[in-house]
């Protein structure tokens, strides 16, 4: 269990950094205006679509915690954290409506009501420890499984993981024995709206 903490600890403080990264970006414009300009630039939407990714992963990681009876008070306090800096975050995407739209809604947010698998070692993902969907719509999502050196990840979370946390994925489950093994390098952080755009990608003109 003490590794499980570790981990999922680890994983969650990558989420704070990239939520509270792009908090502080938003935070360092003065103007409206530009503000809403940074949000509806191609590189801006990409950029917030992934962040918006990394904070499913935190839900997720909230629903895996729920459904193994993980109780931990710094993983709660982590979570706490996210969700205030989250909130922060929406509050600055308020100056773009059409971004805001975009959101997912809450209720495909919580995995609070998913259950725990009849087989979890095949099914239980690495990083967030919920169960990852079998069929299509599970979980509120279309989400891909992928599988790696014998254990199974949600694309999006083994993405983050790969390129916020470690260059190494987590094995919270037992292997699958003669499982298939992923090509990593087949990997892109949450495909095309990803977070390969960052904040010093975000630039405005100064006309304004």
Not at 119 to 126: F, L, P, R, Y
Not at 139 to 159: F, I, K, M, P
Request: glycine share 6%; aromatic share 4%.
């Amino acid at each position: 269990m003490e590794a499980k903490v570790k981990t999922l600890q680890r994983c969650l403080n990558g989420i704070y950094k990239v939520i509270r990264t792009a908090n502080d970006t938003l935070c360092a414009i003065s103007k409206p205006s530009v503000c809403s300009e940074v949000l509806l630039s191609p590189q801006g939407t990409a950029y917030f679509s992934g962040v918006t990714e990394v904070y499913r992963v935190a839900k997720r990681v909230e629903g895996g915690m729920k459904t193994l009876s993980i109780s931990n008070e710094t993983l709660q306090h982590s979570l706490r954290d996210i969700e205030i800096i989250w909130n922060n975050l929406q509050a600055f995407l308020s100056f773009s409506p059409s971004m805001l739209r975009m959101l997912p809604a809450e209720s495909t947010l919580d995995c609070s009501a998913v259950t725990a698998s009849g087989n979890a070692q095949n099914e239980t993902c690495g990083v967030c420890l919920l169960r990852t969907p079998n069929e299509p719509n599970d979980l509120n999502d279309t989400e891909n499984s992928v599988l790696h050196n014998g254990c199974r990840y949600h694309a999006s979370c083994a993405n983050f993981w790969l390129n916020c946390v470690d260059s190494s994925l987590p094995g919270l489950i037992a292997p699958k024995e003669n499982s298939e093994t992923l090509d990593l390098e087949g990997l892109t952080v949450l495909g095309s709206n990803s977070l390969d755009t960052g904040p010093a990608d975000l630039t405005v003109s100064t006309a304004h």
